[in-house]
């Protein structure tokens, strides 16, 4: 096995793919959105090379990519949202839709709080993420709620990853709003989304990616694929978890 690190320079992402492509290695597995890396992916389709993502993104380019399922961890955490307050009430929701992966988690949301009429969506907030999105995501909200001042008036924040519901969590502790059971929900149940989890307070469940499963599942799609199989599944889902406050510590 041989591992290349580009550091996030996507341009020397398709050149690595065409040396390799050159060298007439058995398998490749990517890391990075295929459609950013297109040229590289033809090059190895030409030499006869199969290529696996990641946790990559969809491609007809590539074999198959291993990932977690974004439908189900955005209906766990919508469902979850739903439940606590009862089916009804004010949500704010955090997305992204100009990243595929994140603009689904999105739709999946908005069909399970549509399909609880006691439930409004209050606002549909797309934060600048250059620093993740904590910052804007912070700064939204803020504005948020001094635009609905009542207790009572927000019951919920839906978001598709987690810095934009620590954003959220930020703002209302400093708005003095932390005892009216705003419930927040994040996905991808990153260090800092665990340790808020872990507190007991607004923040209240995430979803965790098992990464090294993914990698386990990518090896095998790999085996799979040189021992002579076909692989039908264009994408390999691989399961994820519902974190809330009675299992953070495991």
């Not at 990075?32 to 007809?60: C, H, N, R, Y």
């Not at 988690?105 to 907030?125: C, E, Q, S, T, Y």
């Not at 598709?160 to 709003?177: S, V, Y």
């Amino acid at each position: 096995v041989n591992v290349i690190h580009t550091k996030g320079d996507i341009a020397a992402v398709i050149s690595r793919l065409e040396d390799v492509s050159n060298q007439k290695g058995d398998a490749i597995v990517i890391n990075v959105d295929p459609s950013q890396v297109t040229a590289g992916l033809e090059t190895a389709k030409a030499a006869g090379i199969p290529v696996f993502g990641m946790d990559a993104g969809a491609s007809p380019l590539l074999v198959t990519n291993v990932t977690s399922n974004g439908y189900s961890m955005a209906a766990d955490t919508a469902a979850y949202v739903v439940n606590r307050i009862g089916g009804k009430g004010n949500v704010v929701m955090f997305v992204f839709d100009a990243f595929p992966p994140v603009q689904t988690r999105g739709v999946v949301a908005d069909a399970i709080f549509k399909n609880n009429p006691d439930i409004k969506v209050l606002d549909r907030v797309t934060p600048d993420v250059q620093d993740g999105g904590i910052a804007d995501s912070r700064a939204k909200m803020e504005a948020i709620l001094a635009a609905n001042p009542d207790k009572g008036s927000i019951s919920a924040v839906w978001a598709a990853w987690d810095q934009p519901a620590l954003g959220a969590l930020q703002a209302i502790e400093a708005a003095g709003r932390a005892g009216e059971g705003i419930v927040v929900t994040g996905i991808d149940a990153n260090p800092q989304a665990r340790e808020a989890i872990g507190k007991g307070g607004s923040f209240e469940a995430s979803m965790a990616q098992d990464f090294k499963g993914i990698g386990r599942a990518t090896a095998n799609a790999v085996k799979r694929k040189l021992a002579g199989e076909e692989i039908k599944q264009s994408v390999i889902y691989v399961p994820t978890k519902l974190i809330t406050v009675a299992n953070v510590k495991e």
